[in-house]
């Protein structure tokens, strides 16, 4: 038999569940009854430190609540109203009760009155006036500086909006701008027919006509024109005009064609008519004055397509846009829309030597959606 | 044991007194600091422990009605504050992320609590150790093993006393203060 207790023994009689053996054993056996005494001695420790941990909080807490003095009603008071403490479902009914029938509430007192407030001036120390004045003058100081920069004349430069117009591509064929000029026939009801061109030379002494008179000095027809394809036909006529019955154009001058002057073609003047002058040379650009905006098609604005419609015309001298065509199309309905809005648009036409003359450009337009 | 010096267990040990109950405030004056002491060691943590001792003697206020006389006063209240500890450690384990700072009560504080101050310097150090190692060994129990064993060792109750308050069979609280001497010893054995 082991002389001494075991660990679970001893714990036994800790607990004051031993056998009365045990316990006597305990008592008599000095090895367990110095280890149980350990044991209970740490337990006591154990108890004291508690104890003084208590002691010491409850003093703290204590020291905390000496102002408290009324104790009368405390607990009473610490308790929710039974009015507020109602079960979940309770407020629930009631919710909707007071949905349905709204409680009438009692007419409203009015507890409290209006007070005069103090004044807020000396709320900045004394400094209200001349902050006041302050701000106004930088205020205004502002604005003028704003609009006097819109008065520079830079600036309103900057601001006119200007539109694309610039020369088209120049054709290798073509006559240069000062000899664009045109000439016109002897007034008959038919165009120019297709005829060999008469010899270019600076003046025109004898009219290029069709019905040959006897002439008492024979000098050979001539018109003021650059030099032009020339074709062999029996009579005088415009080269690039059709055959027909023999007319030097329905214009007016010594020229042919349907224009006005010595020369030949349409225009007026000497020279090659028919063809706008272009910008540059003496011609000045022409200015647009009405532009309406171009409208969008409905296929690109649901395409959300966007880009820029390059245009050819000619603005004649009253400023009407002529010959509109397209050279850069854009497609979905969009090169149409712009044809339609620069047919409206009115220019200050071109000038050459002070007088409008019909100008040859080309335009962008451009089309954004916002 | 050390019984002859808890004087302040005796008016608790007297049974109920319907006066007692009457005089609420008297009440809360004696009971309290045994209450807050027991939910002191078991949650440790102080500002836990000072609510829960209100709302132990709330609840107490609120069915005090209810209170038949089958047990003590005392054991009435502790039976309410053991009660809350179990809801509190409840509710604790949901909020786990509170629990390291609930364990985290600085032992270095124990010293400051140790009972008296004119043992040898040697044996005021083998006491704080021991009382350390009970602190730990405590700390690591279950719920249930902590009550029991606070009930018997810091509030001295007997067995049948700390039936009553925990609601357990006397059996119960057997095996549940032998397992958690078991543990303490153990720990205690670890900390030499």
């Not at chain 1, 930088?138 to 909006?161: I, S």
Request: proline share 7%.
């Amino acid at each position: 038999m082991n002389p001494h207790l075991s660990g679970e023994q001893i714990s036994k009689c800790l607990i004051g569940d031993g056998t009365p053996q045990e316990t006597q054993h305990a008592r008599d056996c000095a090895v367990c009854g110095a280890e149980l005494a350990r044991l209970e001695s740490s337990f006591s420790q154990f108890r004291g430190s508690i104890r003084r941990w208590s002691d010491q909080e409850e003093h703290l807490s204590r020291v905390r609540e000496v102002a408290a003095v009324n104790y009368e009603n405390h607990l009473e008071r610490l308790l929710i109203p039974a009015s507020v403490d109602l079960p979940w479902y309770k407020g629930i009914v009631i919710s909707v009760k007071e949905l349905i029938h709204p409680p009438k509430l009692p007419p409203l007192e009015i507890t409290s009155k209006p007070v005069k407030l103090a004044s807020l001036r000396g709320l900045y120390g004394g400094h209200e006036t001349t902050a006041g004045i302050g701000s106004v003058i930088v205020h205004v100081a502002v604005v003028a500086l704003l609009l006097f920069a819109g008065t520079l004349k830079p600036v309103r430069q900057a601001m006119k909006e200007i539109v694309p117009i610039f020369a088209p591509d120049l054709k290798p064929l073509q006559p240069k701008p000062e000899q664009s000029k045109g000439g016109g026939g002897s007034p008959q009801q038919t165009a120019a027919t297709k005829g060999e061109l008469p010899k270019v030379a600076p003046k025109s002494f004898v009219p290029p006509i069709q019905t040959v008179q006897d002439p008492k000095l024979t000098v050979n027809p001539t018109i003021v024109a650059p030099e032009l394809p020339n074709i062999t036909a029996g009579n005088y006529g415009d080269p690039l005009g059709k055959l027909g019955i023999p007319s030097a154009g329905n214009g007016i001058g010594t020229g042919i064609g349907p224009g006005k002057g010595s020369g030949f073609g349409p225009g007026s003047g000497g020279g090659f008519g028919g063809a706008a002058y272009r910008i540059g040379g003496g011609v000045s650009a022409p200015v647009a004055v009405v532009k309406p905006e171009p409208e969008y098609s409905e296929e690109a604005r649901k395409a959300k397509w966007q880009g820029a419609v390059l245009l050819s015309l000619v603005v004649d001298e009253n400023g009407v846009p002529q010959d509109i065509k397209v050279i850069k199309s854009l497609g979905l309905g969009l090169d149409q829309k712009a044809i339609e809005a620069v047919q409206k648009w009115r220019f200050k036409p071109g000038q050459k030597d002070g007088k409008p003359v019909p100008v040859s450009a080309n335009i962008e337009v451009n089309f954004r959606l916002l | 044991m050390e019984k002859g010096l808890l004087p302040e267990l005796a008016p608790v040990a007297e049974g109920p007194c319907p006066g007692e109950l009457q005089d609420f405030d008297s009440l809360v004056q004696r009971h309290r600091p045994r209450i807050f002491r027991f939910l002191l060691a078991s949650l440790r943590d102080r500002e836990a422990a000072e609510n829960l001792t209100q709302d132990c003697f709330m609840r107490a206020y609120k069915a005090r009605d209810q209170f038949r006389g089958g047990s003590s006063l005392g054991t009435w209240l502790m039976h309410i504050a053991a009660n809350l500890v179990r809801d509190h450690e409840a509710n604790s384990r949901l909020k786990f992320w509170k629990r390291k700072l609930r364990y985290d009560v600085d032992l270095n504080d124990v010293g400051d609590w140790m009972p008296d101050h004119q043992k040898s310097p040697e044996a005021l150090a083998l006491a704080r150790e021991q009382v350390e190692a009970i602190w730990r060994a405590a700390a690591s129990l279950s719920e249930r093993q902590r009550t029991v064993f606070l009930l018997r060792f810091v509030e001295d109750m007997d067995l049948l006393e700390i039936a009553a308050v925990t609601g357990m069979k006397e059996g119960t609280v057997k095996t549940h203060l032998f397992r958690a001497v078991q543990s303490v010893r153990f720990g205690l054995e670890e900390g030499k």
